[in-house]
């Protein structure tokens, strides 16, 4: 029972271009929203965050949308670079002391030069 | 000066032996989890601690028991290994509960042959 889907496993772009990743979530009760890095023999680490209050946050050339009536959310990274190459993890968790995050199962991006 | 450092990185061992994966934090941080990965690649929360007292345990086998002798350590225990324990555990903290930006360890990759 995933509630966080990533629907797409890998995503290629080129140098200089837009990447846009996607999640979907079922649970109403997440209020806020992470997306995390992972390169190969590492652990996660975290990029951008969003709370279920905002639309939109950026960082550099990091974005996140928000659409909660749509339970949706959007990573824009822009312009991408091959260090951007990772996978790139959606997770989510509730409110009132529910620490859990549910994680999706991740998209592959990989930035050609 | 790694913030979270799990040992060992990879542990290869027989079903039925009895294991330990070690866990600490340089970050001064109050809360601790262990996730598994597994061969879907889904990151699935197993246990938090938060200054040395369980406050997430997961639906998982009782052969798991995690172990806080201090906030800066969370050890895994796993008795009696089966097939199906292979995956990547990661050890993560933040610096509270609430606090879900948390930081990985780089994973150990336990195989069970």
């Known amino acids: 029972d995933q509630q966080v889907k990533q629907n797409s496993p890998s995503l290629s772009v080129q140098e200089g271009r837009i990447s846009i990743l996607n999640c979907d979530y079922t649970n109403s009760m997440f209020d806020y929203f992470l997306w995390y890095k992972k390169y190969p023999a590492e652990g996660p680490t975290f990029l951008i965050s969003i709370s279920s209050i905002k639309d939109k946050n950026e960082d550099g050339r990091f974005t996140v949308f928000l659409n909660k009536s749509a339970k949706h959310l959007s990573l824009h990274i822009v312009p991408s670079q091959p260090g951007d190459s990772a996978v790139y993890f959606c997770a989510a968790r509730g409110s009132f002391n529910d620490y859990k995050l549910s994680f999706g199962a991740g998209t592959t991006v990989t930035v050609r030069a | 000066d790694t913030a979270v450092s799990q040992t060992p990185k990879y542990l290869v061992t027989q079903m039925g032996n009895d294991k330990s994966i070690k866990c600490e934090q340089n970050l001064g941080h109050d809360t601790m989890y262990w996730y598994k990965q597994d061969s879907k690649k889904f990151l699935k929360i197993m246990f938090s601690?938060?200054?040395?007292?369980?406050?997430i345990n997961e639906t998982v086998p009782n052969r798991f028991s995690p172990k806080s002798p201090d906030k800066a350590h969370l050890n895994l225990h796993i008795n009696s290994l089966e097939l199906g324990d292979s995956a990547v555990y990661f050890c993560?903290?933040?610096?509270?509960?609430?606090?879900?930006?948390?930081?990985f360890g780089q994973g150990t990759r336990l195989t069970v042959v």
């Open positions: 601690y938060n200054n040395k007292e369980l406050i």
């Open positions: 993560a903290s933040s610096p509270q509960a609430a606090n879900t930006e948390a930081f």
